[in-house]
């Protein structure tokens, strides 16, 4: 790509906006990602599980654990006892491809954590919601029962909206990898995102086409009947005017009309769109793909994180996204250390490699982690056996609102977050190359 200079400037871009974003997976398509673990030792749920003392997996050569801003052998204090963990997402269903990678990487860094030292562990409890409002705050009610003291999750925006008023009114703290709504921590103290929130991947996307001149038209299409698509579309439009960049074609779908794009598609490149903008998830986008080059038309396609997984799908030919960018804030090519290593764990246990919804997954359970060491290494030790969740989710709620605190991750470096519970970190420009996803 022209100008791979930029990820600097883009970097500073959304440093300034305050960036997270995720998905809310509506989406009709395939489970995609396994489901076990089997390298996890005995006591490692599955869905439904009621209780789960996952321990040490094979997988704590990834070295993460050393990466962050507290350490809870310094001087101050020490971080001890058994933490219960929950988590809640569509581990079953249209959306389960979104769960189980979410799940796999929380279940990696769990292992991780759990092989660093006996004096601290963390009982693993994840549960199936079916992508269900519903059936996601009866998930958290089993957590309850269980005595979970912390959740990380929901994976997607409908049922975590439910969820998240609950735990309010419980003081349960709450940090999801994925659910990236705003009215996902609107008014909720407790609720903190690790992913992107859905308007900013709107600007984002916007200046990072103008910062690398990829097009002077553009063509959007969106599904205005969700709100992960609108909003983000709403501040891609917004962006865009104030950038000077031209929106020759907006067209839009629902849910009920996502089977034929001929007509979106025809006004795009009847108005000579270079490039098209998806602020969609990548089951209606795959049709689009495959509907473009039925008619020979052949823009950029722009997309933004629901894309992560359209490699996965099953049936999808992969050659049909050729070409197609994506802003994420995971690039499973990185040569960093911390990536190399997640990447290759995942592929050990699960037999391919991590999306972005996995990463986000494997960050949530150490940045939980190390904001506990946090407070114990100021307050002169921390032990969390038997803790109420309601005394746990005020400490967490102080060391994730401090400026000085920070956590790293496979997902980004010196992540913190605002009192709104939205985290700070850097997306990462992708394209599809042969199949696969290519660092820009």
Known sequence: MKKKAVSAVLAAVLSLSMMAG??????????????????????????????AGSTDAGSTDAGSADAGSADATAEGGSL??????????????????YGNAVKNGEQIAVDEINA?????????????????????????????????????GTVTTTPCVAVSAEANADRVFMLTPSASSPSVTEGKDNMFQLCFSDPNQGSASAQYIVDNAMATKVAVIYNNSDAYSTGIYQTFN???????LEIVSTTTFTDDTANDF????????????????????????????????????????????????????????????EGVILLTPFSADATDDLTKNFVATYNANYGETPNQFAADGYDCPYAIYRALQYYAKKNGGLDVTGMGADELCEILISVFT??????????????????NGEVNKAPKAMVIENGVYVGL
């Open 22 to 51: 995720c998905t809310d997976a509506t989406a009709t398509g395939n489970t995609g990602a396994t489901a076990g673990n089997d390298g996890a030792a005995a006591g490692s749920t599955d869905a439904g599980a009621t209780d």
């Open 80 to 97: 001890t006892g058994t933490l219960k963990l929950g988590m809640i997402g569509p581990l079953t269903g249209g959306a389960a491809i």
């Open 116 to 152: 660093i030292s006996a004096d601290f562990q963390i009982e693993y409890n994840p549960q199936d919601d079916e992508h269900d409002a519903e059936k996601s705050v009866n998930a958290y009610n089993n957590l309850k029962d269980w005595g979970v003291q912390v959740i990380a």
């Open 238 to 244: 917004a962006k865009a005017t104030e950038l000077g």
């Open 262 to 321: 001929s007509i979106q598609l025809a006004d795009a490149k009847d108005n000579d769109a270079e490039l098209v903008f998806l602020p969609i998830y990548y089951q209606p986008a795959s049709l689009i793909l495959q509907q473009a080059k039925g008619m020979g038309y052949e823009p950029t396609f722009f997309g933004v994180d629901g894309m992560d997984g359209i490699l996965t799908m099953e049936g999808f030919d992969a050659s049909l996204a």
């Open 402 to 419: 401090d400026p000085a605190f920070s956590s790293d991750g496979v997902t980004g470096s010196g992540m913190v977050w605002t009192a």
